[in-house]
């Protein structure tokens, strides 16, 4: 019986360990140090993890509403089939009270856009080149996290099929240098 007790209470353990990046209440190395304060105002923390009161830590996200916005409002200008929205991506240090703090890695966006024709691929590569020079116009202040995140495309037409294409905005800078339209679309594509 005893052996079946802690052969579970392991299975448990292990499997709680597996839902965390980092394992059961590690806290974040001082070089991995969550984003300061002062970028998190959307959001502040209900807790400070200390030696006394661990944590796990989670994959979470968190919505950018004024960043969503003023994306939102930009991409409405190019064309009102245009919408969007930014979150920030991170990891949520759940305390055993249940408390959570939340520390931001990134921020992505996603992005829906209206299309005539799905096979138009110079439509839609032109379509993410215009997206991304919004999205690099966007105040880096507003951004939360350390690392560069990545936006999501939704093609949909009227008859609503669609298509999505999820680039890296590190990716999109090293590899699309002066490109547009249909070779854009092709680089991004078969990118690692």
């Not at 709680?16 to 140090?33: D, F, M, T, V, Y």
């Not at 304060?37 to 400070?48: E, G, K, L, N």
């Not at 999820?166 to 680089?187: H, I, P, Q, W």
């Amino acid at each position: 019986m005893k052996r079946r007790l802690l052969f579970s209470y392991v299975c448990i353990a292990l499997l709680l360990g597996a839902c965390s990046p980092r394992g059961p209440g590690i806290k974040p190395k001082a070089s991995e140090s969550p984003t300061p304060a002062s970028t998190r105002t959307a959001f502040p923390p209900t807790t400070t993890p200390t030696a006394e009161s661990p944590c796990s830590f989670v994959w979470a996200t968190r919505d950018l509403p004024d960043l969503s916005d003023r994306l939102s409002k930009q991409l409405q200008a190019i064309d009102t089939a245009a919408t969007g929205s930014a979150y920030a991506y991170g990891e949520e240090c759940v305390a055993a009270d249940g408390s959570r703090t939340f520390s931001a890695m990134e921020t992505d966006f996603q992005i829906q856009i209206g299309v005539r024709d799905l096979s138009d691929r110079e439509s839609l590569g032109n379509w993410i080149a215009g997206v991304m020079t919004v999205i690099f116009g966007l105040p880096a202040s507003d951004m939360q996290g350390p690392r560069s995140g990545r936006a999501e495309f939704e093609f949909r037409t009227a008859d609503s099929e669609s298509r999505r294409l999820n680039v890296g905005l590190d990716e999109y800078k090293a590899r699309s240098s002066g490109l547009s339209g249909a070779r854009l679309l092709e680089v991004l594509e078969i990118a690692p």
